[in-house]
């Protein structure tokens, strides 16, 4: 499964996938992809992903809720913590 953030704006979006407290910045006119296993397990609610979003002092941020062990950048790396896009 592939998850595709887009930046349309003109400031940065930052996109935070929990638990595994990794944090991206997606640049203006960029965009970040995402790929999680095909079997993540579900929440108490049955979801897969659960997405917030909050109002930051520097702007919008995506919040991730995943039960998935590990995350998945395009070329296969795993999601690490505090990766700039």
Known sequence: MAQTFRNSGSRPIYVSLEPIAARYRIE?????????DDEI???E????LR???VERQGGPEIII???AAS???P???EA????GV
């Not at 203006?28 to 999680?36: D, H, V």
């Not at 609610?45 to 897969?48: G, I, L, M, V």
């Open 65 to 67: 809720w995943t039960c």
């Open 80 to 83: 690490i913590e505090d990766h």
């Open 28 to 36: 203006p006119a960029s965009e970040l992809i995402l790929r999680y």
């Open 71 to 73: 995350l998945f950048l």
């Open 41 to 43: 397990p579900q929440d």
């Open 45 to 48: 609610h049955n979801s897969t």
């Open 75 to 77: 070329d296969g790396r």
């Open 51 to 53: 997405v917030e979003i």
